[in-house]
């Protein structure tokens, strides 16, 4: 039995995901204790629940301590098997989170995780569905990592009503070094039940911004009339990204200027990966057994995320800071 501090570091959801993830490949029991303890709203909400329901229905495990508002679980994984099946998070609880907790599990399958997920998938505090599939996905491929991602409906908050699919393959993970890649700028500037001209000024406000600082981007203009009410601007390039979501009251121009900025300060740090991408791959490296990156800042979710995975695999990782920037390898 493996014991988690839930309230380590960062202490939030972040822990639970990774834990019971990793948990899921290796075989063995957790128990993970004072969840969210420093949170206002300590323990388990119901958009971690649904993450460790559906880690436990790939996985066969066994579940206590699983009701709202709980800070100990104990997650007893037995063997990782490949699904077809469609999951409601309800309202808008996040796409990107709940597939966080399955996707280091997931590659470990005997076969492919076929999802049909709805909830949110453009909301505040989590990745965006567009960062998952252009950054994410795009970076752990280059480790052997095999999934597809296809959006058939947006989900903002508080309604969601989103929809995506998700299909991955089982993978051995091979270590890789990340490095600074000089690749063309994309994006797209979406809304949906708003006027047609909130997602055109979202990308020309975007594209104004990235061009001052010298880049110049592609932004597809999303205008769609899905089931809940909201925009936003997202933006790629290698292993960086940037994501801002609309808010009533928050003017079209702020939206998009908000992601450029993020964007082009990311860009002209030098770093290989974006400060966001940074924690998502440590538990790959991990599983992986090799790897490094360059981000900007030691954050307190890479901080946790290094500390849980050396928890659960043989490995340990190394953080050292140099020209300003923040280098991370396995040892």
């Known amino acids: 039995m493996i014991e988690i ?3 380590f570091g960062e202490g939030g959801g972040q822990i639970l995901r990774t834990a019971v993830s990793l ?9 993970i204790k004072n969840i969210r303890k420093n949170r206002p709203n300590p323990g388990l909400k119901p958009q971690h629940m649904k993450s460790i329901e559906l880690a436990a229905l790939i996985s066969g495990a066994g579940v206590r301590g699983l009701h709202p508002g709980s800070t100990e679980i104990c997650f007893s994984p037995v063997e990782i098997k490949g699904i077809d099946t469609t999951i409601d998070i309800g309202t808008a609880g996040s796409i990107p989170l709940l597939l966080q907790c399955i996707m280091p599990a997931a590659c470990a399958s005997d076969g492919n995780i076929s999802l049909r997920i709805r909830g949110g998938t453009d909301v505040d505090w989590s990745p965006s569905v567009d960062y998952l599939k ?8 280059e480790m052997g990592y095999r999934a597809s991602i296809r959006t058939i409906a947006r989900g903002y908050y508080p309604k969601g009503g989103g929809l995506v699919e998700v299909v991955i393959e089982p993978a051995g993970l ?41 880049f110049e981007c592609d932004i597809l203009v999303e205008d769609n009339n899905y089931l809940s009410t909201g925009s936003g601007v997202n933006l790629w390039s290698g292993f960086i990204g ?9 003017p079209a121009e702020k939206v998009g200027s908000r992601a450029a900025k993020q964007m082009a300060a990311s860009l002209q740090s030098g770093a290989a990966v974006d400060i966001h991408l940074a924690d998502q791959l440590i538990p790959f490296m991990g599983l992986a057994g090799g790897g490094s990156f360059t981000t900007t800042e030691l ?19 190394e953080v050292k800071e140099t020209d300003g920037l923040i280098g991370v390898r396995v040892r």
């Open 299 to 317: 954050s307190g979710h890479l901080k946790t995320n290094i500390w849980v995975t050396e928890q659960f695999l043989d490995v340990k990782f």
């Open 23 to 31: 948990a899921a490949v290796i075989g063995k029991d957790i128990t």
């Open 134 to 141: 252009h950054v994410t996905l795009n970076a752990l491929s």
């Open 174 to 214: 091979k270590e890789y070094h990340y490095f600074r890649e000089e690749e063309n700028i994309s994006g797209i500037s979406h809304a949906s039940n708003l006027p047609e001209h909130v997602a055109r000024r979202q990308a020309e406000s975007a594209k104004s911004l990235l061009r001052e600082h010298g």
């Open 242 to 250: 940037s994501v801002s979501t609309g808010k009533r009251g928050l």
């Open 5 to 7: 501090d839930g309230s």
